[in-house]
C-alpha cells in the first residue's frame, strides 16, 4: 500500500515553456500533498504544501506564480512550471500523507520528475 | 541551529557491522520522527517512524528516540553493500507545525 506515481518521470523542455508534473496516490486517499525540489547532491527542500480543495502554501523564497500549485481530488496535485529557465533544472519530488492509513504525517513519495530545461 | 541536523558523512561501515546514524532536532514539542533512505538519483523511501521514546525495532534496522535530549538515531545490523545510500531523518514539529528534514548522512557500507 501507499504508492504514490509521478508523470513524468522526466522531462526535456526550452527555456520560456511551461511543464506540468502529476503525482498521484494509487491506493489511498492524500489529504496532504508535497513538492519537494533538490538540486544535486542537496537536500531536499520543500516547496510548497497542497490540501486537496484549497490553495497551497508555499515556502519562503518559492515564488507560487511561477510555481502553479492544483490539488484538485484526494489523488492528484499537479505542479505546474511557467516560464521554466535553465536554473529551474532540478529533480522535482511530491510526497503525500494521510493520517488515516499511514499513521501520523507520514509521507510516502512519488519517484521523481527531472526537469532539464535547455 | 538548524531545526533538524544530521552529519554529512561520509560515514564508512564494513560490510556486516552496526552502522549508527544520529539526528538532533531543535523544537522540544516535536511529535513524530521518521528515517528515510535516499539511494542515489532517486526519491526517499520510509524505513521507520517513531513516536515514543525508547527503541523501535524493524527487521535489522533500530530506531531510538530520546526526547530530554532531542536525539533520535537510526541502527543498522548486519550491514550490507545495498544500505549504501543516503538517510534522511525527518521530523514533524508542532511548533512549526511541519515536517522538516535533515540535509542527510551518507553511508557507505564496504564489501
Known amino acids: 500500500g501507499a504508492v504514490v506515481s509521478q508523470h513524468p518521470s522526466w522531462v526535456i523542455c526550452k527555456s520560456g515553456t511551461s511543464v506540468k508534473i502529476e503525482c498521484r496516490s494509487l491506493?489511498?486517499?492524500?489529504?496532504?500533498m508535497f513538492w519537494y525540489r533538490q538540486f544535486p547532491k542537496q537536500s531536499l527542500m520543500l516547496m510548497a504544501t497542497?490540501?486537496?480543495?484549497?490553495?497551497?502554501?508555499?515556502e519562503q523564497g518559492v515564488e507560487k506564480d511561477k510555481f502553479l500549485i492544483n490539488h484538485a481530488s484526494l489523488t492528484l496535485s499537479t505542479l505546474t512550471v511557467t516560464s521554466a529557465h535553465p536554473e529551474d533544472s532540478s529533480f522535482y519530488i511530491c510526497?503525500?500523507?494521510?493520517?488515516?492509513?499511514?499513521?501520523?504525517?507520514?509521507?510516502?513519495f512519488g519517484p521523481g520528475t527531472r526537469l532539464t530545461v535547455l | 541551529q538548524k531545526e533538524v541536523e544530521q552529519n554529512s558523512g561520509p560515514l564508512s561501515v564494513p560490510e556486516g557491522a552496526i552502522a549508527s546514524l544520529n539526528c538532533t532536532y531543535s523544537?522540544?514539542?516535536?511529535?513524530?520522527f521518521f528515517w528515510y533512505r535516499q539511494y542515489s538519483g532517486k526519491s526517499p523511501e520510509l524505513i521507520m517512524s517513531i513516536y515514543s521514546n525508547g527503541d523501535k525495532e524493524d527487521g535489522r534496522f533500530t530506531a531510538q528516540l530520546n526526547k530530554a535530549s532531542q536525539y533520535v538515531s537510526l541502527l543498522i545490523r548486519d550491514s550490507q553493500p545495498s544500505d549504501s545510500a543516503t538517510y534522511l531523518c525527518a521530523v514533524y514539529s508542532g511548533g512549526y507545525q511541519k515536517v522538516t528534514f535533515g540535509t542527510g548522512t551518507k553511508l557507505q557500507v564496504i564489501p
Open positions: 510526497s503525500a500523507s494521510t493520517r488515516v492509513l499511514a499513521g501520523v504525517n507520514e509521507q510516502f
Open positions: 523544537d522540544r514539542v516535536s511529535q513524530s
Open positions: 497542497s490540501n486537496e480543495g484549497s490553495k497551497a502554501t508555499y
Open positions: 491506493d489511498f486517499q492524500a489529504t496532504t
